[in-house]
């Protein structure tokens, strides 16, 4: 993998991302990789990802290891193919679920309502578990995933060249732990872990342990892209906001802040954990053979998405979607213009 440090204008910019997970919030990550990957300038060495930042880098890798497969000359060519098929396949994919007209975060009556039409009479109690509510296990995302992913392909070509390593991350039911599937471990199973909220959908078994959404423990991971890759710069793509104006009063309001908060814990600790490194690293208390001096870098939705509130992130309709996907160019093309140079020198988060 090439030196991330930008010396070179014309040099591939190495560089780690990390998605968060959010509901067809994660439209607005697909705006943002829609204009990294037009700029073309980026080189992704590997990609963190939970529930639909999960998706979205495992369509995204699946365009560029689809390009390696390809009877290309050299380097330059695969990573420019890879850019256009991996634009191409971020589109497809949402066009897609905005075609399907249901995403993640859905309530079990809703999922009654659209998928299971003939309970709909029943207007299903909240008190009843995905295996009452849910008992064939219904999930339409998991068929589109089928059809548009090739996991083998990833596997076969990720981590060499241009097409970025991946780490999915879950959260283990028994421990309560963070797992982050990589390498051979990446599968169907692992993208529909990644992204199993337990009000909804039934755990899912993989190795005989089972997971739910990695949000719980990871939203998403940083460790994986610190000690299982070389670049030092990580972009953090971020749809769940941090802080808030105003004290949350109606029960849905205080739900949504509850679940921002628990789905923002881990991710507050590790660039807690971070910043303190770098520090350390700084005053020469810490030596550098042994440490990373990790750049942050930040493309924040947050706030923008906090205004259509919790419920908009079962919104499937492709107007919406788009909505979404226009405001996350926008927001990587400012980021783009501000802070693209930081990328190899310094944190600009």
Same mark, same amino acid.
């Given at each position: 993998m090439a030196d991330s440090t930008n010396n070179n204008p014309a040099a591939p910019i190495v560089l780690n991302l990390a998605l968060q997970g959010g509901g067809s919030h994660g439209a607005f990550t697909w705006g943002v990789l829609d204009t990294l990957l037009e700029d073309g300038r980026f080189v992704f060495e590997g990609i963190s990802g939970t529930s639909a930042g999960a998706m979205n880098a495992t369509v995204l890798a699946a365009g560029f290891a689809k390009a390696a497969s390809l009877d290309l000359t050299d380097q330059a060519q695969v990573h420019a193919k890879g850019c256009e098929l991996a634009r191409l396949a971020l589109r497809n994919f949402w066009e897609a679920v905005g075609t399907m007209g249901a995403f993640l975060n859905v309530s079990p009556s809703r999922l009654a309502a659209q998928w299971m039409p003939w309970l709909k009479p029943l207007m299903l109690p909240s008190h009843l578990s995905p295996a009452q509510s849910n008992p064939m296990d219904i999930n339409p995302l998991r068929d589109l995933l089928r059809r548009q992913i090739d996991?083998?392909?990833?596997?076969?070509?990720? /981590?060499?060249?241009? =097409? &970025?390593?991946?780490?999915?991350?879950?959260?283990? =039911?028994?421990? /309560?732990?963070?797992? =982050?599937f990589q390498e051979e471990g990446i599968s169907l199973d692992a993208l529909m872990a990644s992204a199993c909220l337990p009000q909804v959908f039934k755990a899912v078994e993989i190795d005989g342990e089972h997971y739910w959404d990695g949000g719980f423990s990871g939203n998403p991971a940083i460790y994986p892209l610190i000690y299982k890759t070389e670049s030092d710069d990580v972009l953090l =793509?971020?749809?769940? &906001?941090?802080?808030?104006e105003s004290v949350p009063q109606t029960m849905p309001e205080i739900q949504e802040r509850i679940n921002e908060v628990t789905f923002n814990a881990s991710l507050l600790s590790e660039l807690r954990a971070i910043e303190f490194v770098r520090r350390l690293l700084q005053e020469g208390r810490l030596d550098s053979?042994?440490?990373?001096?990790?750049?942050?870098?930040?493309i924040d939705g947050g706030a923008f998405l906090h205004t259509f509130?919790?419920?908009s992130k079962m919104r499937a309709d492709i107007g919406f979607l788009q909505q979404l996907f226009e405001k996350g160019r926008e927001s990587a093309l400012q980021w783009l213009q501000l802070h693209a140079a930081d990328v190899g020198v310094r944190s600009s988060m």
């Open positions: 996991f083998e392909l990833i596997k076969q070509y990720q /981590g060499q060249g241009v =097409v &970025p390593r991946l780490f999915i991350g879950a959260t283990n =039911v028994r421990t /309560g732990r963070s797992k =982050v =793509v971020q749809i769940n &906001p941090i802080e808030t053979q042994f440490y990373k001096d990790i750049h942050m870098h930040r509130g919790s419920e």
